[in-house]
């Protein structure tokens, strides 16, 4: 039984303009890039600004076109394709800001300091960015650095959406260890993100502390944020006890009237039984046009 793709089979035309943004780190002054898309045709008004990291070992390129290629089994995926244009946004996808391992930021403060800083760094190259406008969007790994984003700059972001995020980093890198997911075991996963992080949680707690959005309950309770997870989540587990929903009850315990919402979208329809190439599908396959539709209601 499968409950995907939601969307149809057939590719939209994809009218976005492209180029590839370089622009100096704020941490460190290496040069950085960003892969930014704005409709094929603009006005003299500013434009709203998406700001998209992507998962671990996804490349921005994979993020905006929709998942790697053994993706396409199962059908389609939109991804970002073709909705800059579509609604009149501009949405930047870093390539990452990581230590040591390509592609695997993990919301390293070099990460979220130049993510920050593109929102400035696209004033430099031309692109005219409506500061009330500015948005944060991810899912796995790009959800953790989205709310990250949010919880450390909410006097900058009107709206963050988060699919599936990683919150808690230890506790992530310790269900890792004990994984039987074949791609977790085969790529050894747990050691990437102890090579990235610089150590195990054991040995530098505070490592982990810092990339983490339970650390920022703060700034994420002043930020309008919408979470969607699943509790059936084969890639994130534990997402009631260390991530999503434990957040989202942070949050609120922080402030009541805080503005995040959370989602378990597993429970849909009252489908309880999944196999594991569904629960991997589930973590995977996001609907950015949704996120982008709910981030668009709202502004600073």
Partial sequence: MSILPPHPQTI????????EVR????SDGSSRAALVYS?????ADPLPLVLAPHPITWTAAQE??????GMQKWGYHRGWRGLADQYGVIIALPHG??????????GAPEQIADMIHLIDALAGAGYRVD????YVCGKSMGGQEALVLAGKFPDRLAACVAFNPIVNLAAWQEDLARSEVPEIREFETDQLVAREVGGLPTEVPELYAERSADSYVEGLSQTPTLIFWSDED???????THHSYRLHQLVKA??????????????????????DELRWQLHEWCDYELALQWLLCHQR
């Fill in 39 to 43: 409709p094929a045709s603009a006005g």
């Fill in 97 to 106: 800001h990581h230590r040591r391992e390509d592609n695997c930021s993990l």
């Fill in 23 to 26: 622009f100096p780190s704020s």
């Fill in 254 to 275: 922080r402030s009541a009237a805080a503005p995040i919402a959370e989602y378990n979208h597993t429970r849909a329809h009252g489908l309880t039984a999944l196999d």
């Fill in 234 to 240: 084969l890639i994130v587990p534990r997402q009631i």
């Fill in 131 to 134: 500061a009330r406008r500015v």
């Fill in 12 to 19: 939209p035309d994809d009218r976005s303009r492209m180029e």
């Fill in 64 to 69: 905006y076109q929709g998942g790697w290629d």
